[in-house]
């Protein structure tokens, strides 16, 4: 547990100096308004797994395993979506141009929702932003897990890792009866209670999978971060040219 300890707080510390209070809106351009939506969705995000993990902690210091591994999920979801971002990005630095859907997808990373009208919104709410349509977390996990597979050559499956986990975020077997109750077959007695403690031989998965989430998800936003310049500057080539284009009509 010390080991991760320490790998855990050199990943916050990292974390912790891209979690920023605020941040101008066009620190990256005066003109072009896609680096922004980049800046603000991901800015938001490192403030969420932020909170995910040390609440994760939290409860694995508590010995509340169960719903620890739902923040350590929830981590895991936050990679996912995190590293869509980061390919939308790489693509269009590595294209040198910008896709016809680009301010579609950043709307959606932006306003994704799954709003029913008159429920929890109201109508306004629903009409500005019921088009953004999220993708399904399958889909995220689906092409993180591709990535990852042939990054670490087969190695690491986050798929596996996810899975696992939610065995004990669900009420499935492994989350109620192998988490809570424990069969005495010798004294025909059926003991309750945390069974997932450090001794336990499942244990250590738990703060593992949370440090894969984090280190990751690092690897992830810094490269975001270092694109983010060559990200504008195409940004405001396209600008360049349709201005020109414009005035040519």
């Known amino acids: 547990m010390m080991d991760f300890k320490e790998k855990y707080d050199r990943y916050m510390h990292e974390l912790a100096l891209y979690c920023h209070d605020k941040v101008p809106c066009r620190k ?49 979801e936050n990679l ?6 980061k390919k939308l990005v790489i693509e269009t630095v590595c294209n040198n141009t910008i896709s016809n859907d680009l301010d579609k997808e950043l709307m959606r990373f932006l306003f994704a929702n799954k709003y029913k009208k008159g429920v929890f919104v109201d109508d306004n ?15 995220l996990m ?7 597979g042939i990054l670490t050559k087969g190695q690491i499956s986050i798929k596996k890792f996810y899975s ?13 009866m192998g988490a809570y109750s424990d069969l005495d077959e010798d004294n025909e007695m059926i003991n309750f209670g945390p069974q997932i ?12 999978t949370l440090l ?3 280190d990751l998800y690092i690897v992830d936003m810094r490269s975001i971060y270092d694109n983010l310049p060559e990200f504008t500057k195409v940004c405001e080539e396209k ?4 201005k020109i284009s414009n005035f040519h009509k």
């Open 28 to 76: 990256y351009s005066m003109q072009a308004k896609y680096p922004s939506k980049v800046v603000w969705f991901i800015e938001a995000m490192n403030w969420r797994i932020k909170e995910c993990c040390e609440g994760a902690v939290i409860l694995l210091d508590a010995n509340l395993v169960i719903p620890s591994a739902a923040l350590i999920r929830s981590a895991l």
């Open 212 to 214: 894969v989430a984090l």
């Open 164 to 176: 696992n986990l939610c065995e004990f975020v669900h009420t499935n077997t492994d989350g109620i």
């Open 80 to 85: 996912a979506i995190l590293h869509k971002m």
């Open 197 to 208: 403690t450090p001794s336990h031989p499942l244990y250590d998965a738990f703060p593992l």
């Open 142 to 148: 689906d092409g993180l897990d591709e990535d990852v």
């Open 125 to 139: 709410t629903y009409e500005l932003f019921h088009q953004y349509q999220p993708d399904t977390v399958a889909l």
């Open 239 to 242: 600008l360049k040219r349709q």
